[in-house]
């Protein structure tokens, strides 16, 4: 999963609609596999909203997106880690947040997270220990924009931090799209409705 330096970005092939569930059996791997490397006190809470609609994803694109904001939640906390992963309804769009008790990101940060080679740099200790190209979330991004989707960010200094990924409805859940009104009838000749047939 410690994907530090990405190759060119593939193409995104959109599957046939998927349940929000379906990728979130992948997604929870990650911070076991990190655990297993150098063993430390984590705990990963999953929230999962109750009857979510189908998104059409790139399964693997959308599955490697994810992994990487566990990824970046898991190199950015402490020994004490507290990740948390939801999947919720929000209006038209599905919301795939990552949550952690990490140092937090200074707001003036914030616009400028998701760009290439972007690393915030905050002088503390958990920072200078992180090693990265500074790519992931960059990745994330790419992967979400190529899906019509969007990311944004939430945190401040101290407070941990928020990545969340909003991805838009299969067209399908979204309701039958409305017919189109039908324009009255015209005559060819006068451009005026026909004259009802007397009977």
Request: glycine share 8%.
């Amino acid at each position: 999963f410690d994907r530090e330096a990405p190759q060119a970005p593939r193409s995104i092939d959109r599957e046939a609609p998927q349940a929000p569930r379906s990728f979130d059996r992948e997604a929870p791997q990650a911070p076991r596999s990190f655990d297993r490397e150098a063993p430390r006190s984590i705990i990963v809470q999953k929230e999962i909203g109750e009857d979510l609609p189908p998104v059409q994803v790139d399964l693997l694109a959308m599955s490697e997106a994810i992994l990487n904001l566990l990824q970046n939640s898991f190199h950015h906390t402490g020994p004490d880690k507290r990740i948390r992963i939801s999947c919720v309804r929000r209006g038209d769009q599905i919301a795939i947040a990552v949550a952690d008790n990490g140092p937090g990101i200074p707001k003036k940060e914030h616009r400028r997270i998701f760009e290439k080679f972007y690393r915030v740099n905050r002088g503390d200790v958990v920072a200078s220990e992180v090693q990265g190209s500074g790519l992931g979330l960059a990745m994330v991004h790419h992967i979400v924009s190529a899906h019509g989707g969007s990311t944004a960010v939430e945190s401040e200094v101290g407070q941990g931090a928020t990545f969340t990924v909003f991805l838009p409805m299969a067209v399908a859940a979204a309701g039958p799209a409305k017919p189109a009104p039908k324009a009255p009838l015209k005559d060819a000749a006068t451009g005026k409705p026909p004259c009802p047939t007397p009977s």
